[in-house]
């Protein structure tokens, strides 16, 4: 009893301490503070096509890229590049102004590649602007890519076409980035047909020579996805995902993983020396992406989905990625940003390499990296005195080319991810900085593989706000001074009726922001979708509505309600995007006049409490009282239980009922008596011979349990059971004996004269007396002396023996009643000689058992009707 009283003291004193101790959990999903469905987005203009387009009615837009360039938004698809003016009316999405038309002329050749129809179009997929006027634009033109460059302006085309190899994919399905920098085209996609050549390449530049990465070469690039290229500071960094050849153990077939990658080339790169590196990257290093939820069991957000642009993070120049689970995972994504300066921290780290035959990738030592070190450009830091990357010492170009891998990982900012989302996967990002009145806040908006978007703010606060009285982060912390996170809005805007495609069409697969017209265009493979920034509209005149949305893109005006900001708005307006002002719910069933504050159904988080309300139990304290209510309970039946305890009276034992006789069944007639189960204890075993079914032994019983146990068909009184098929029983030995003794004692007639030789000659014999039988000994040998009743055995003489027919046949003559069951047993001997194993008699010829055969006629007719 004191033990569980003092259980009980220790429970109340530690459960309402536990929170402080419990490892922080996986952050849960966010509930969305306003629902946006199908219904409400109906109205927003789209766009699936040109009118009277057979090609597009037939096959749908079939999305490609989007580029917002100088208030115009190109659009490349399928034979096309559309040009959307920014500036016209927001409830038309439609190319008024101009198109282009770019279709191909090899669609034979596509044909004879065994390529369906479908398939042999021109898709455009890269669209990138060369200069402030110049398009650059690459198709797979029926897997056959070109290129061309178009003015901006009017779309028309600029100069001769050149190759697209290793400039765009030839298959729309496989991933490619591109930029220009410095009048060079960086490109990143495959380089050959068959999709083996996986190369990251620069070409275009009238004073940089074509560089490209090593061929075919798993340590540079393994299975890439390419998602982002973009250029900071002297170098170029690529954005993508790989099967990690770090995580898999060599010669092994195992689960491939894909992880998150950041690679970086020099913009000053010039290739290698003629030995080493010759027209190959120099520069070339790239760095693993960790995008992960920390704890006891660290949790990998490692598919790398989509990178922003470089944007001003808390002060700092970072970017963001959103990241996924592995395919044969759980569904979920991440947002993290990572910072660039970590990023570049990171490239300064120490190398990868094999070692030893588990596939591990340990660190290489600094002393046996060379100088200057491998991957550093050409002229700055620690190559200063390198004029170009041709004059790296060929130890250090050998050295690059063999270690292209650090073996650190970038960390994300603020050690964990911005925003977390299960059971879907998201897939592309678009990011505003600058929201709000005074654009001090950042908004996230997210495309979803069901065809929603998600509208994440993270919102400031002061940096007493992050942390509760127990020290412990606030929900939804980013690990950031004064960072939290909210999940706005959650908008539908896929419809199968409104926007055609094939399998998978809900998937959005591009978003581009326009702060200026505070408009967000999704798109989808068969349509484009032209949505809103906010829905202010919605909280009509309620002002608490207002505010408690918490949107920085919607303020309170007394005179016009809820509307979204600009800056032609007067002064006077009221956002609560902190929460600073604690107001939730809604105007609802209220009048419209003014800012109602009548506690109504609420829309935007937990009900406010009313003056007056009884006080919420705390949790701990709620815990303590259960437990102390269940030992206390526990102890009082206790109690209870011991005074009211009675000694227990002796239990006899039941008679058993009488079981009712079941009627005899007639012997199964068998044609040959069955085979005796194997086992030391009967005469023979034959392990060779297949048995139908298995027999179930008997346990081993003393003499005197089988003395003391009732003979076969007296197990239940009265009851005579009736003989079944399968293995005879065994007999006692007085039953033995008995039979021994007489001739009827043998269950079947023998006749009782001196038996011949090869009869019953080494078998028991009736008519020889008890005292001269040799009796077998007790362990070890055959105990079975009799034959079924039923069944008798055949005259069978040994294998050694020889006996003539005659004699056969005589014995065969004396036992007219011999049943024709046939049985193998072994022999027991004659008296005086071995007990086991047959009787030693002189060989004696026997006759042949062969027909005879007729003979040959003399003269056999050749043919029907002849002599």
């Given at each position: 009893m004191l033990g569980v009283l003092l259980a009980f003291v220790l429970v109340l004193i530690v459960v309402p301490g536990a929170p402080r101790g419990v490892a922080q959990s996986f952050p849960r999903d966010l509930v969305p503070r306003s629902t946006v469905g199908l219904a409400a987005t109906a109205t927003y203009p789209r766009?699936?096509?040109?009118?009277?387009?057979?090609?597009?009615?037939?096959?749908?837009?079939?999305?490609?890229?989007?580029?917002?360039?100088?208030?115009?938004?190109?659009?490349?698809?399928?034979?096309?590049?559309?040009?959307?003016?920014?500036?016209?009316?927001?409830?038309?999405?439609?190319?008024?102004?101009?198109?282009?038309?770019?279709?191909?002329?090899?669609?034979?050749?596509?044909?004879?590649?065994?390529?369906?129809?479908?398939?042999?179009?021109?898709?455009?997929?890269?669209?990138?602007?060369?200069?402030?006027?110049?398009?650059?634009?690459?198709?797979?033109?029926?897997?056959?890519?070109?290129?061309?460059?178009y003015e901006a302006r009017s779309l028309l085309q600029e100069g001769e076409e050149v190759s697209g190899q290793a400039r765009c994919p030839f298959d729309t399905r496989q991933s490619n980035v591109a930029l220009f920098a410095d009048g060079s085209l960086y490109s990143a996609t495959v380089a050959d047909f068959q999709a083996s050549d996986a190369v990251i390449y620069r070409s275009l530049g009238a004073r940089s020579p074509p560089l490209r990465t090593l061929k075919y070469s798993s340590r540079w690039l393994q299975e890439p996805h390419f998602v982002q290229a973009l250029p900071y500071?002297?170098?170029?960094?690529?954005?993508?995902?790989?099967?990690?050849?770090?995580?898999?153990a060599p010669g092994k077939l195992c689960v491939q993983v894909a992880v998150a990658r950041?690679?970086?080339?020099?913009?000053?790169?010039?290739?290698?020396?003629?030995?080493?590196?010759?027209?190959?990257?120099t520069s070339f290093l790239k760095a693993r992406l960790q995008c992960t939820v920390p704890g006891d069991a660290v949790f990998y957000f490692d598919v790398l989905e989509a990178v922003t642009l470089p944007h001003a993070l808390h002060g700092r120049p970072a970017v963001l990625a959103l990241f996924g689970t592995q395919p044969n995972s759980i569904p979920g994504s991440a947002v993290c940003a990572f910072y660039l300066a970590d990023v570049e921290r990171a490239f300064?780290?120490?190398?990868?390499?094999?070692?030893?035959?588990?596939?591990?990738?340990?660190?290489?030592?600094?002393?046996?990296?060379?100088?200057?070190?491998?991957?550093?450009?050409?002229?700055?830091?620690?190559?200063?005195?390198?004029?170009?990357?041709?004059?790296?010492?060929?130890?250090?170009?050998?050295?690059?080319?063999?270690?292209?891998?650090?073996?650190?990982?970038?960390?994300p900012a603020g050690g964990r991810p911005l925003f977390t989302r299960t059971g879907t996967r998201l897939t592309q990002l678009a990011v505003d900085v600058g929201a709000g009145p005074r654009g001090n806040h950042t908004v996230l908006f997210l495309g979803a593989e069901d065809g929603r978007v998600l509208k994440v703010l993270a919102a400031a606060r002061s940096p007493g706000d992050v942390q509760n009285a127990g020290g412990t982060a606030a929900p939804g912390d980013t690990g950031?001074?004064?960072?939290?996170?909210?999940?706005?809005?959650?908008?539908?805007?896929?419809?199968?009726?409104?926007?055609?495609?094939?399998?998978?069409?809900?998937?959005?697969?591009?978003?581009?922001?326009?702060?200026?017209?505070?408009?967000?265009?999704v798109a989808f493979a068969g349509c484009l979708v032209r949505l809103p920034l906010s829905r202010c509209a919605q909280h009509g005149a309620c002002r608490r509505s207002c505010l408690a949305a918490r949107d920085p893109y919607c303020v309170w005006l007394p005179p016009g309600g809820c509307v979204p900001f600009s800056e032609d708005l007067p002064a006077g307006f009221e956002q609560d995007v902190e929460g600073a002002t604690g107001l939730t719910g809604t105007c609802h069933d209220a009048p419209a006049t003014g800012d109602g504050d009548e506690d109504r159904d609420l829309a935007h988080g937990v009900r406010q409490a009313v003056p007056g309300a009884v006080a919420a139990v705390p949790v701990p304290v709620l815990v303590g009282c259960v437990l102390g209510a269940f030992v206390l309970g526990a102890l009082a039946a206790g109690l209870l239980a011991a005074c009211t305890r009675r000694?227990?009276?002796?239990?006899?034992?039941?008679?058993?009922?009488?079981?009712?006789?079941?009627?005899?069944?007639?012997?199964?007639?068998?044609?040959?008596?069955?085979?005796?189960?194997?086992?030391?204890?009967?005469?023979?075993?034959?392990?060779?011979?297949?048995?139908?079914?298995?027999?179930?032994?008997?346990?081993?019983?003393?003499?005197?349990?089988?003395?003391?146990?009732?003979?076969?068909?007296?197990?239940?009184?009265?009851?005579?059971?009736?003989?079944?098929?399968?293995?005879?029983?065994?007999?006692?030995?007085?039953?033995?004996?008995?039979?021994?003794?007489?001739?009827?004692?043998?269950?079947?007639?023998?006749?009782?004269?001196?038996?011949?030789a090869g009869s019953f000659a080494n078998r028991v014999q009736p008519g020889v007396p008890l005292a001269s039988v040799p009796l077998p000994p007790?362990?070890?040998?055959?105990?079975?002396?009799?034959?079924?009743?039923?069944?008798?055995?055949?005259?069978?003489?040994?294998?050694?023996?020889?006996?003539?027919?005659?004699?056969?046949?005589?014995?065969?003559?004396?036992?007219?009643?011999?049943a024709r069951g046939l049985a193998r047993m072994h022999s027991l001997g004659a008296p005086g000689g071995p007990p086991w194993g047959p009787r030693p008699v002189p060989l004696q010829r026997s006759l042949s058992m062969k027909p005879p055969v007729l003979p040959k006629p003399l003269l056999v007719p050749t043919g029907p009707g002849q002599p």
């Open positions: 766009f699936g096509g040109l009118r009277g387009d057979n090609v597009t009615t037939q096959l749908g837009l079939d999305f490609q890229r989007m580029l917002r360039l100088n208030g115009t938004l190109f659009v490349a698809a399928r034979d096309h590049i559309y040009a959307f003016d920014l500036g016209q009316d927001k409830r038309v999405l439609y190319p008024e102004r101009q198109h282009l038309t770019w279709e191909t002329r090899d669609r034979e050749s596509c044909a004879m590649r065994g390529k369906l129809q479908d398939e042999c179009h021109n898709y455009i997929r890269v669209l990138v602007p060369r200069d402030a006027r110049t398009l650059f634009a690459c198709g797979t033109n029926a897997f056959n890519p070109v290129c061309r460059s500071g002297p170098y170029i960094y690529f954005f993508f995902r790989e099967i990690a050849v770090e995580l898999g950041v690679a970086r080339v020099c913009r000053n790169d010039r290739g290698g020396s003629p030995r080493v590196l010759e027209r190959r990257w300064e780290g120490h190398f990868a390499e094999p070692r030893g035959a588990a596939g591990a990738w340990p660190p290489v030592p600094e002393e046996r990296v060379p100088r200057p070190r491998p991957g550093c450009c050409a002229g700055m830091g620690p190559a200063t005195a390198i004029v170009t990357s041709g004059d790296f010492p060929d130890e250090t170009l050998a050295f690059a080319k063999e270690h292209p891998l650090l073996h650190g990982a970038v960390a950031e001074p004064g960072a939290e996170v909210l999940l706005l809005e959650e908008i539908s805007l896929y419809e199968p009726r409104w926007c055609r495609g094939p399998r998978g069409a809900s998937r959005v697969l591009g978003l581009e922001l326009h702060p200026p017209g505070q408009e967000l265009f000694p227990a009276a002796p239990k006899g034992a039941p008679a058993p009922p009488a079981a009712p006789c079941p009627p005899p069944q007639p012997p199964t007639p068998r044609l040959y008596p069955p085979l005796p189960p194997h086992g030391g204890d009967r005469d023979w075993d034959h392990p060779e011979l297949p048995t139908p079914e298995a027999t179930p032994e008997p346990p081993a019983r003393t003499p005197r349990e089988r003395a003391a146990e009732p003979r076969r068909g007296l197990g239940t009184p009265g009851c005579p059971e009736p003989p079944g098929p399968g293995p005879p029983p065994k007999a006692s030995l007085e039953e033995r004996l008995q039979r021994l003794q007489g001739p009827g004692g043998s269950g079947w007639p023998v006749s009782p004269g001196p038996a011949a007790r362990e070890g040998a055959p105990r079975r002396l009799d034959v079924p009743p039923d069944s008798p055995p055949p005259p069978r003489r040994p294998l050694a023996q020889r006996h003539s027919l005659a004699g056969m046949a005589g014995t065969a003559a004396r036992l007219p009643s011999v």
